[in-house]
């Protein structure tokens, strides 16, 4: 159930990417394929389920998982990544995360991982002060509280309250502390610290909007 979700997933977000080239093309209906392929042989593990023996439905599985690889092989997962659905977040502040991104985005295909986090962490102070002043009425900007202060202030006062979410707001703060304050030793993220912190944030913002 979670390929499939997964999979219907990405079939959602293939139909939104841009085709600018012929190899763009390609690409995508490569991807659906491949996509097609594994719903149709999950298909038919569900429909003979109950009949089958555990050890083919384990090896159906494997087969399943070890495509993904071929998939991302040739599907632009990380263009796919920045394909958002801004509805859900508040307008006074939806245009400035959209600019972030946009910047994240130009960053990341630079090559340029440290203003990629950076901007990350500003994103990161931006919805948590918003949803801050939802829940409180205080704006902490107006307080000028620092990123780690704020993050303290939302679960002191229930603001969040999922522990993993206090993990992720965590692991994006030090990153971008990393990335923009100057530390005794170099601070090199390599491009799948970089992708994890951008989707850390990109679930952040549908998890709290």
Same mark, same amino acid.
Request: proline share 4%.
């Given at each position: 159930?979670?390929?499939?979700?997964? *999979? $219907?997933?990405?079939?959602?977000?293939?139909?939104? *990417?841009?085709? $600018?080239?012929?190899?763009?093309?390609?690409?995508?209906? %490569?991807?659906?394929?491949?996509?097609?392929?594994?719903?149709?042989?999950?298909?038919?593990?569900?429909?003979?389920?109950?009949?089958?023996?555990?050890?083919?439905?384990?090896?159906?599985? #494997?087969? *399943?998982?070890?495509?993904? +690889?071929?998939?991302?092989?040739?599907? +632009?997962?990380?263009?796919?990544?920045?394909?958002?659905?801004?509805?859900?977040? +508040?307008k006074d502040i939806r245009d400035?995360? #959209?600019?972030?991104?946009?910047?994240?985005?130009?960053?990341?295909?630079?090559?340029?991982?440290? +203003?990629?986090?950076?901007?990350?962490?500003?994103?990161?102070?931006?919805?948590?002060?918003?949803?801050?002043?939802?829940?409180?009425?205080?704006?902490?900007?107006?307080?000028?509280?620092?990123?780690?202060?704020?993050?303290?202030?939302?679960?002191?006062?229930?603001?969040?309250?999922?522990?993993?979410?206090?993990?992720?707001? =965590?692991?994006?703060?030090?990153?971008?502390? =990393?990335?923009?304050?100057?530390?005794?030793?170099?601070?090199?993220?390599? %491009? $799948?610290?970089?992708?994890?912190?951008?989707?850390?944030?990109?679930?952040?913002?549908?998890? *709290?909007?």
């Amino acid at each position: 159930m979670a390929i499939k979700e997964e *999979l $219907t997933r990405l079939k959602r977000k293939l139909r939104r *990417l841009p085709e $600018t080239t012929k190899e763009d093309t390609e690409e995508k209906e %490569e991807a659906n394929e491949l996509i097609e392929a594994m719903l149709l042989a999950i298909r038919e593990l569900e429909g003979n389920v109950e009949e089958t023996k555990t050890e083919v439905l384990v090896d159906g599985m #494997k087969n *399943l998982r070890s495509v993904f +690889p071929e998939l991302s092989g040739s599907l +632009p997962i990380e263009r796919m990544m920045f394909i958002m659905d801004f509805s859900a977040v +508040p307008k006074d502040i939806r245009d400035e995360i #959209k600019c972030d991104f946009d910047d994240i985005q130009k960053c990341y295909y630079a090559g340029a991982f440290r +203003p990629a986090i950076g901007v990350c962490g500003r994103i990161l102070e931006t919805i948590l002060a918003r949803k801050y002043f939802e829940e409180k009425g205080i704006d902490p900007l107006e307080q000028n509280w620092l990123i780690g202060h704020l993050i303290r202030k939302c679960f002191e006062d229930k603001v969040i309250i999922e522990p993993a979410l206090g993990d992720v707001c =965590n692991v994006i703060n030090k990153s971008r502390i =990393n990335s923009v304050h100057k530390k005794r030793r170099l601070f090199i993220p390599e %491009e $799948t610290m970089t992708r994890s912190i951008i989707e850390f944030t990109i679930s952040l913002i549908k998890k *709290l909007f």
